[in-house]
């Protein structure tokens, strides 16, 4: 197969390069992996499925390559899998919007296995099954989902939506499981239905001579009229005789008394030098549009007025991003711990605020990477360690309601990091603490946002 064929067109693709790599170095793959994933969420962003299902393939045959070959310390391939979840799971979706309902299912579910905590990819499962018609797997897929994210709106949404359809199609078959049941006392009843469905017939056909009747008295009433304008077949030609008794084309209109006031004198009238327009070149010349305070000039009517404000929002993002912190409570293995963000990287966005027709909208999309550190034994402790790593945060924009959180990927604890300090670091870095203080931060971001536009 060709290397474009997967892309729907004959000639080379914008992303050949990624298409074409090999390799070889597990730097290097993850480099590739990044890109493609940067480069397929905008080709979903642009409809353009058909590229995102290509690279998206791609880079599942990059991870699944480097989980064969193995060799790494077991987190390597737990972060492989991770990304091969998320990886599944867009492609799940830009199936599901390319029409390819059993594909989107099979990758929602190859999602499952290699990451069985992966919210999304239990709601792409439940989208799938959705469109497949099996309303009840669609159900238990969503409500696996909420189990996973409790606080997720959406998915409390999309459960209680998946519930009355099975409600509905329960009431359906109940309805025609009802229907198909035969009254022995009626079955004797044919006579009778034979005696309704002829009367049935009689009564539409005496109609339809009755319309057959008016059809050919108005064909008489229209032909004589005036027989000395009308053939018998003018009005099927398309004539009509107007009110002062002239016969015209069918599809000339003639103005009432009313609607010529209305318009007033139009008949031609001759130039004299008196009238004559003015040829200076000056009276033709654009005249400068007044424009209101921050609006553009070629919107005066106020329909539509964007601004871009993405160095402010970059800026105020990186500082709220910061701030966010975490102390381990009482009772946790090591109390009085701080986790906080050390470090805002690969920032990429953009944002801006419209104005349509007097009610603003705010748009804004952006992913970046985090570096933090949780520093263990309090503060007066003076054998501290500290662990470090990193998460990158794909998707934060505006599809987001405040509260519901975001999606995570490419966790990461670095090798310095003490050993054994794994599941404190999931439960109070990755799953929630940190994780929970910077969705805090990117929601007061947003209410920031939309109270200073």
């Given at each position: 197969?060709?290397?474009?064929?997967?892309?729907?067109?004959?000639?080379?693709?914008?992303?050949?390069?990624?298409?074409?790599?090999?390799?070889?170095?597990?730097?290097?793959?993850?480099?590739?992996?990044?890109?493609?994933?940067?480069?397929?969420?905008?080709?979903?962003?642009?409809?353009?499925?058909?590229?995102?299902?290509?690279?998206?393939?791609?880079?599942?045959?990059?991870?699944?390559?480097?989980?064969?070959?193995?060799?790494?310390?077991?987190?390597?391939?737990?972060?492989?899998?991770?990304?091969?979840?998320?990886?599944?799971?867009?492609?799940?979706?830009?199936?599901?919007?390319?029409?390819?309902?059993?594909?989107?299912?099979?990758?929602?579910?190859?999602?499952?296995?290699?990451?069985?905590?992966?919210?999304?990819?239990?709601?792409?499962?439940?989208?799938?099954?959705?469109?497949?018609?099996?309303?009840?797997?669609?159900?238990?897929?969503?409500?696996?989902?909420?189990?996973?994210?409790?606080?997720?709106?959406?998915?409390?949404?999309?459960?209680?939506?998946?519930?009355?359809?099975?409600?509905?199609?329960?009431?359906?078959?109940?309805?025609?499981?009802?229907?198909?049941?035969?009254?022995p006392a009626a079955e004797g009843s044919s006579e009778n239905n034979d005696v309704v469905t002829t009367d049935v017939r009689k009564e539409t056909n005496a109609a339809k001579k009755e319309e057959k009747k008016q059809q050919a008295a108005t064909s008489k009433a229209v032909t004589e009229t005036d027989g000395s304008l009308f053939t018998k077949s003018d009005h099927v030609r398309g004539y009509k005789i107007r009110s002062d008794g002239k016969k015209t084309s069918y599809f000339d209109r003639e103005i009432s008394d009313d609607a010529k006031k209305l318009i007033g004198d139009?008949?031609?009238?001759?130039?004299?030098?008196?009238?004559?327009?003015?040829?200076?070149?000056?009276?033709?010349?654009?005249?400068?549009?007044?424009?209101?305070e921050g609006k553009s000039a070629w919107n005066t009517a106020g329909t539509w007025e964007e601004r871009d404000v993405t160095p402010w929002a970059t800026e105020t993002l990186t500082a709220a991003l910061l701030t966010a912190e975490y102390v381990l409570p009482d009772g946790s293995p090591s109390p009085g711990a701080r986790a906080v963000v050390s470090n805002v990287s690969k920032l990429e966005g953009h944002a801006s605020y419209a104005t349509v027709r007097g009610t603003k909208k705010y748009i804004y999309e952006f992913a970046f990477t985090i570096k933090w550190a949780l520093t263990l034994g309090g503060d007066d402790d003076a054998q501290q360690q500290t662990c470090r790593g990193e998460m990158t945060f794909p998707d934060v924009d505006g599809t987001v309601e405040l509260g519901e959180g975001y999606d995570i990927v490419n966790y990461h604890v670095d090798g310095s990091s003490p050993a054994g300090t794994g599941p404190l670091l999931d439960r109070f870095v990755r799953d929630g603490g940190l994780r929970e203080a910077v969705h805090g931060a990117i929601d007061d971001w947003v209410k920031l946002f939309r109270a200073t536009y």
């Open positions: 197969m060709s290397l474009f064929s997967g892309l729907g067109c004959a000639g080379p693709s914008a992303h050949t390069d990624l298409l074409s790599a090999t390799p070889d170095n597990l730097t290097s793959q993850r480099s590739l992996i990044e890109e493609i994933k940067r480069r397929g969420r905008a080709c979903v962003i642009s409809k353009n499925y058909p590229d995102a299902d290509t690279l998206y393939g791609k880079g599942i045959d990059v991870l699944s390559s480097m989980l064969k070959v193995g060799g790494g310390d077991g987190v390597e391939d737990e972060t492989s899998k991770k990304d091969m979840a998320v990886l599944y799971s867009n492609r799940s979706l830009v199936r599901m919007q390319m029409g390819k309902i059993a594909e989107a299912l099979e990758d929602a579910d190859r999602a499952i296995n290699c990451d069985p905590t992966y919210v999304k990819a239990h709601w792409r499962r439940g989208q799938a099954s959705n469109a497949c018609g099996n309303t009840e797997e669609a159900l238990a897929a969503f409500e696996r989902a909420v189990e996973l994210e409790p606080n997720n709106k959406a998915l409390r949404k999309e459960v209680q939506n998946a519930k009355a359809r099975k409600e509905r199609e329960e009431k359906l078959l109940a309805e025609k499981a009802s229907d198909d049941y035969v009254d139009i008949a031609p009238k001759k130039l004299d030098a008196n009238n004559t327009p003015s040829t200076d070149t000056n009276d033709f010349a654009p005249k400068p549009i007044a424009a209101a």
